[in-house]
C-alpha cells in the first residue's frame, strides 16, 4: 500500500462548513473528523504532567493540524476573527463561544424560534412545500441550539397550521393514525396526496 497516497487521500476528506446556525452539528462532525486524525488531544488535554522536548515538538505539532483542520472548516468572516488564536483548543472555544453565545442569549434565541413555530401558519394560497420548508427550518434551528423538538409536537403542530382545504384529512389523520411512531415525512406525503387530487377535481 503507498502509505503517502493513503496519508493525502486521508487529509483530503471534505469538511462540514459551520455557518451562524449549525454550531452543534458541526461541532460533533469536527470532533470525529479531528479524533480520526489522532489529534484531538490539542482541544482536550488529559496528561498535564511536564513533557520531554520531543513529546512538547510532537505536541505542537498536533496542535497545528488540529488548528489547519478547524481554518477548513469555517468561512473567511469566522477565519480573521480567529487570528490572534494560536492554539486549537482556543480557536475551538472561540467559535463556541461566538456560535453559540452566552447562555442567556441561546435560551432567549430558542424561546424566539418556539414563538414563530408556535405562531406559523398556512395560507390558503401557499404552496404545502413552501409552508413545510419554513416549518422544517425552525424545527432544525431550535435543535441546532440543543432544544429537543419531538417529532410528535411537530406532527401536531402541522395539522393545526394547515388551512381549511386540508381540515378534512388532517382530522382524519388525528382520529385515526399513531403519532407516536409516525414520521413528519409522512404526514406530509399524505397531505400532498390530498392536495393533488384536489388539484385533479379542479380540472375535471
Request: glycine residues 4%; proline residues 1%.
Amino acid at each position: 500500500m503507498d502509505m503517502g497516497k493513503s496519508k493525502g487521500e486521508s487529509m483530503g476528506l471534505s469538511y462540514p462548513m459551520l455557518t451562524r446556525m449549525n454550531y452543534t452539528v458541526w461541532a460533533m462532525k469536527m470532533k470525529v473528523l479531528i479524533q480520526a486524525h489522532g489529534v484531538w488531544e490539542a482541544i482536550e488535554q488529559t496528561d498535564l504532567k511536564a513533557q520531554t522536548d520531543q513529546k512538547a515538538c510532537a505536541k505542537e505539532r498536533v496542535d497545528k493540524v488540529a488548528l489547519a483542520m478547524i481554518y477548513r472548516s469555517i468561512p473567511e468572516e469566522m477565519l480573521l476573527s480567529l487570528s490572534d488564536k494560536k492554539k486549537a483548543k482556543d480557536a475551538w472555544e472561540a467559535l463556541r463561544i461566538m456560535s453559540q453565545g452566552a447562555d442567556r442569549a441561546k435560551a432567549a434565541k430558542v424561546q424566539t424560534l418556539k414563538a414563530e413555530f408556535e405562531t406559523l401558519s398556512m395560507k390558503e394560497t401557499e404552496l404545502l412545500d413552501d409552508f413545510c420548508m419554513k416549518l422544517n427550518g425552525l424545527v432544525t434551528n431550535i435543535r441546532a441550539l440543543g432544544e429537543d423538538v419531538k417529532e410528535t409536537y411537530v406532527i401536531k403542530k402541522l395539522l393545526r397550521a394547515v388551512p381549511q382545504k386540508f381540515l378534512q384529512i388532517a382530522s382524519t389523520m388525528e382520529q385515526f393514525r399513531n403519532f407516536e411512531i409516525m414520521k413528519v415525512e409522512e404526514v406530509i406525503g399524505s397531505l400532498k396526496e390530498h392536495e393533488e387530487r384536489g388539484k385533479y377535481r379542479k380540472c375535471e
